[in-house]
């Protein structure tokens, strides 16, 4: 490395992460810039797939370092533990005692965000979620759950508590799956949608419970204002939180603690701090409301590498635009349920796909994005999102 050389490290490989670093390896100079991906693991999450991961099935292992290995993006692996942007540090625990000092002239931080399990009172102790750790945890133990027809109760009808019932239910039929929520499920999807899903529930043998808020969990029922709702296992699914790195390191968020941006993905406090996918919310409407989604954290982390790549080329970068076209969920392994959205405001179109083909359009929206992202070093122009010049 010279004098000269840019250090750029990107936090975090998830899908924002790794479409970053990919994409700035092509749009960048190999001897003038250098790129460090620093991951808590050493594989990839596909974390849209870890409703697939609690229900036991064996998912395909993708080691970083391979994913990684034909490119010139050095890979640590380690937890980032602290921020320092004063001095441009990350603080990074690679289980050798000591943190590591990573320094940059940028960074882009993708730390994504994890099931937010909020304050009620007894869920951390008592209730898995849908992380990596936990669903990989519940796995073995469903078999034996399924057997002695066991009761589960998922908190949370969001879209990723509609596509973790269904798919426990499907696999495991001797479980007893019940669904709580403290508002209506699926509140995004329009009454078409939700009448599938309601069918799906009902062919599943899965029962809802709307309009209850589960206020706190002892280790064998969850209360409620309406009475307590028994289970053996708890699965927690409602909504999403982000890490408190950047808060504490003086970087300015928002109420959830995601960094807020410029529409060129870069910190409003600190422009050598680039921040994409579920950690990031762009201040300046980029013509969508951003949800905490796969469908945008691809398209943050590309805009952030061609942003960042314009700027340390001393070009103008554009400025960041996003449409939703659809959204999939999968309903267990056979059926599905796409709703296709009205691209200008983001409401839901009476338009939807079901059954078999709607669960394949989701699969192939999953694996587009990931072999895309692979893509990145050679062809970046594989990948263009609907809404980019908005
Ligand atoms: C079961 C499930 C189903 C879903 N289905 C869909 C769907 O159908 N469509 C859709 O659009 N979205 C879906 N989502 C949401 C989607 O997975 C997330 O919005 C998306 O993964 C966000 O991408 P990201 O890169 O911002 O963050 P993440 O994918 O969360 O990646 C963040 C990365 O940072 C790493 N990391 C975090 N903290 C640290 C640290 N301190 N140090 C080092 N590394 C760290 C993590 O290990 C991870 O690799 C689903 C989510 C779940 C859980």
Same mark, same amino acid.
């Given at each position: ?24 390896? %092509?749009?960048? %100079?190999?001897?003038?810039?250098? *790129?460090?991906?620093? %991951?808590?693991?050493?594989?990839? %999450? ?7 991961? &609690? ?104 879209? $990723? ?35 599938? *899903? ?16 589960? $206020? ?7 209360? $409620? ?127 939807? &796909? ?37």
């Amino acid at each position: 490395m010279t004098e000269e050389t840019t250090r750029v490290v990107v936090l975090g490989a998830g899908y924002a992460g790794l479409m970053a670093a990919m994409r700035l390896a %092509n749009k960048t %100079n190999r001897r003038s810039v250098a *790129i460090t991906l620093v %991951n808590a693991s050493e594989d990839f %999450n596909e974390r849209v797939r870890n409703h697939q991961l &609690i229900s036991g099935e064996r998912l395909p292992q993708r080691a970083l370092a391979k994913m990684l290995a034909n490119t010139r993006i050095r890979f640590l692996p380690g937890t980032v533990v602290a921020l320092d942007p004063h001095h441009h540090i990350a603080k990074v625990e690679t289980g050798a005692g000591v943190p590591v000092d990573l320094r940059y002239d940028y960074l882009i931080y993708t730390l994504g965000s994890h099931v937010d399990v909020g304050p009620t009172r007894g869920a951390t102790q008592h209730a898995y979620t849908v992380d990596e750790r936990s669903a990989a945890a519940l796995a073995p133990l469903l078999p034996d759950l399924a057997a002695r027809k066991a009761r589960v109760l998922l908190v949370g009808a969001g879209n $990723t508590g509609v596509e973790v019932s269904t798919e426990l239910a499907e696999r495991f039929p001797g479980l007893r799956v019940t669904v709580v929520t403290r508002g209506s499920f699926a509140s995004n999807l329009s009454e078409a949608a939700k009448r599938h *899903i309601r069918r799906a529930f009902s062919r599943l043998g899965i029962t809802l419970i709307e309009n209850t808020e589960v $206020t706190s969990l002892d280790p064998d029922q969850a209360n $409620t204002i309406s009475g307590p709702i028994p289970f053996d296992v708890c699965i927690w699914v409602g909504g999403f939180a982000v890490s408190d790195l950047a808060r504490s390191a003086g970087v300015r968020v928002n109420e959830r603690g995601q960094i807020l941006t410029d529409r060129a993905m870069r910190s409003l406090s600190h422009p050598d701090i680039y921040a994409a996918g579920d950690a990031a919310m762009p201040a300046d409407d980029p013509g969508t409301p951003i949800r905490m989604s796969l469908y945008a954290a691809g398209p943050m982390g590309a805009h952030a590498a061609d942003s960042l790549a314009a700027l340390l080329r001393g070009r103008q970068p554009s400025p960041f635009g996003l449409s939703y076209l659809a959204q999939g969920l999968s309903l267990g392994r056979r059926d599905g349920v796409v709703q296709f959205l009205n691209w200008n405001t983001d409401t839901a179109l009476g338009l939807i &796909i079901t059954g078999r083909i709607a669960n394949w359009f989701r699969e192939f929206f999953v694996a587009f994005l990931l072999l895309t992202i692979r893509l990145q070093p050679t062809v970046p122009w594989v990948f263009y999102w609907p809404g980019k010049n908005k």
